[in-house]
């Protein structure tokens, strides 16, 4: 669990270090310094578990390209609406993640879901809405109001495409290490960042340099710390631990940037935590569940 938090933590003063340094800054340039200096840490980890060798052996790169271009994007939408919105509000809003993966796993999988899990699909992504109105009810206006709803949309599309990456790597898992998928991920969005160099990348002064560089370095130790996280424990009983973002968030929102929450934003971030953590112990209690019946068919059938 301590691993988890501390993922959390790492990953949340990654997203502090973006919203510091990156406000005018391209996503494609934030996408490249995030994934360039989040291998670093990705590399000393491995090399102290000896497990770099072989790291980038794999038949599937195809699937590894697809997932790394979808997982870039997810990047640069959620980079470019965490500098525009709140701190408090862009994380919550990307709790939406979860709820549209059962969606997508619904439409492309055949998934089958239940009237429980669709119960709580709906409430999360009304707990979303409610977050995101205050935002998108401003967005004929000018100046901050229009800014935020744009926010607002970057985020959304973020999880959306980060939902599609939940279903690339169930299927890559099957049959790579997770040291190659992780690694596979921040070697394709460096380069595809470092690609959006002729469309013009912003002046850096050296104080938004290093808030760049940290938030690669961050990056690539909340990575590792979250894949190690899930070495001690399984992922329903991890999982929970990702919402304890939403309490760093705020305390640093209104700590560094003076951000206060506002009403809307803490119901709707009530609301599809809730949800979120109803829909992990429905997984989890699902899989219990078939577990116990390929037990009792047995080896034979």
Not at 265 to 292: D, Q
Request: proline share 4%.
């Amino acid at each position: 669990m301590t691993l988890k938090v501390c993922s959390v933590m790492a990953f949340v003063v990654m997203a502090t270090c973006i919203k510091a340094g990156g406000i005018g800054v391209p996503p494609g340039q934030i996408v490249f310094f995030r994934s360039a200096f989040a291998i670093l840490p990705i590399l000393i980890w491995l090399a102290v578990h000896h497990e770099l060798g072989g790291v980038l052996r794999t038949r599937r790169f195809g699937l590894h390209l697809v997932r790394g271009i979808v997982g870039m994007a997810s990047m640069g939408f959620n980079f470019y609406g965490i500098t525009l919105l709140p701190l408090p509000d862009a994380i919550a809003i990307g709790y939406a993640k979860p709820l549209i993966a059962v969606i997508l796993a619904v439409v492309f999988l055949s998934e089958r879901v239940r009237i429980h899990r669709w119960t709580a699909v709906v409430a999360g992504l009304t707990g979303v809405m409610i977050i995101c109105w205050p935002r998108l009810t401003l967005f004929d206006e000018g100046g901050l109001g229009k800014m935020e709803a744009i926010g607002v949309v970057f985020v959304l599309a973020s999880a959306s495409s980060a939902a599609v990456t939940i279903m690339l790597v169930r299927r890559l898992i099957a049959t790579e290490r997770t040291p190659t998928v992780v690694l596979y991920l921040s070697i394709i969005a460096m380069i595809g960042g470092l690609a959006t160099m002729p469309f013009g990348w912003a002046a850096l002064d050296a104080r938004d340099v290093a808030l760049l560089v940290a938030a690669g370095l961050f990056g690539g130790v909340g990575q590792m710390l979250l894949t190690q996280s899930y070495r001690f424990a399984d992922v329903s009983t991890v999982a929970p631990f990702e919402y304890a973002s939403i309490l760093f968030a705020v305390a640093i929102g209104y700590g560094i940037f003076g951000t206060v929450p506002q009403p809307t934003m803490l119901v709707g971030t009530g609301i599809v935590v809730s949800a979120g953590i109803y829909l992990i112990f429905r997984e989890r209690k699902l899989n219990a569940a078939r577990l116990e019946a390929r037990r009792a068919i047995g080896p034979s059938g």
